[in-house]
């Protein structure tokens, strides 16, 4: 018999995610709140207007965010499985 369970365990799964740019104003917030699952064998496309903030979610899920952002821990971030 099969074991399903891997199959089941989204790819990416993020809850809450919000991330802001540092400026001598203080934070500007860029992504507030974002959450997603991402199934195995799923495709997700991220649609919105310029500036809304596509970019610097696909970077922050990345690791490739620059020094003067500030991401706020997601309540919940997993990548294939891993918390």
Known sequence: MKDTSLDE???LAVEDLSICFGSPA???PA???VS???GRGE????VGESGSGKSTLALSLAGLLPAN????PAARYSWTGRT
């Not at 952002?69 to 706020?72: E, H, K, L």
């Open 69 to 72: 952002v500030t991401r706020i």
């Open 9 to 11: 365990t989204p790819l």
């Open 36 to 38: 997603l699952t991402l």
């Open 26 to 28: 203080g934070p500007i």
């Open 43 to 46: 495709t997700l496309g991220l």
């Open 31 to 33: 992504v507030t709140d």
